[in-house]
T-cell receptor, first 114, second 112 residues
Framework: EADIYQTPRYLVIGTGKKITLECSQT?????MYWYQQDPGMELHLIHY???????EKGDLSSESTVSRIRTEHFPLTLESARPSHTSQYLC?????????????FGNGTRLTVT | GENVEQHPSTLSVQEGDSAVIKCTYS??????FPWYKQELGKGPQLIID?????GEKKDQRIAVTLNKTAKHFSLHITETQPEDSAVYFC???????????FGTGTRLKVLA
């Protein structure tokens, strides 16, 4: 199993709170990604990073922000959570090797905003 | 933009039967196609992948086929077991990018 960790696993917070979802990997992967998974199962890319100090927005517009100060760490922050942010958030990473290096996923954070 | 269509969205089979999930991609330059299995409460895990220079790949009960001309690729699971019950995602990686385009998922139920 891949060594990529997400915390917390579950989070219930009130509207307007600032939250940070943590993601860390110990594999030295240079590429990291955040996906949002809706109840219908679809995976939507919201942020990605090709290395330290590199971050890009994904295909799905998101009010969250990310940072990549260290190779192993890729946290996602919501400045002011809203009920529409309720979802499952999945972090992934892939190797610096060949372009066809697969994604390794964490087990996700299930966020509920009340 | 690029997209991947996946069918069916749900699939129920009897234990021991085969299951087939089909995907179609739009970007003809896509050259890498992984398949992921997601169990309840977990993140997706890679189960098999295929590159564009290969037409078929097999790993025990799981096989993937690729038809580049038709831009189709399929996952075949033989002798299904209850533990195969999960959500399965196909994906395609467009050329020139490290991003993956995922299918919409197939919920497979294997009935004992």
């Amino acid at each position: 199993e891949a060594d990529i960790y997400q915390t917390p696993r579950y989070l219930v917070i009130g509207t307007g709170k600032k939250i940070t979802l943590e993601c860390s990997q110990t594999m030295g992967h240079d590429k990291m990604y955040w996906y949002q998974q809706d109840p219908g199962m679809e995976l939507h890319l919201i942020h990605y990073s090709y290395g330290v100090n590199s971050t890009e927005k994904g295909d799905l517009s998101s009010e969250s922000t990310v940072s990549r100060i260290r190779t192993e760490h890729f946290p996602l922050t919501l400045e002011s959570a809203r009920p529409s942010h309720t979802s499952q958030y999945l972090c992934a990473s892939s190797d610096r090797g060949p372009r066809d290096s697969p994604l390794h996923f964490g087990n996700g954070t299930r966020l509920t905003v009340t | 933009g690029e997209n991947v269509e996946q069918h069916p969205s749900t699939l129920s089979v009897q234990e021991g039967d085969s299951a087939v999930i089909k995907c179609t991609y739009s970007d003809s330059a896509s050259n890498y196609f992984p398949w992921y299995k997601q169990e309840l409460g977990k993140g997706p895990q890679l189960i098999i992948d295929i590159r564009s220079n290969v037409g078929e790949k097999k790993d025990q009960r799981i096989a993937v086929t690729l038809n580049k001309t038709a831009k189709h690729f399929s996952l075949h699971i033989t002798e299904t077991q209850p533990e195969d019950s999960a959500v399965y995602f196909c994906a395609a990686r467009p050329s020139g990018t490290y991003k993956y385009i995922f299918g919409t998922g197939t919920r497979l139920k294997v009935l004992a």
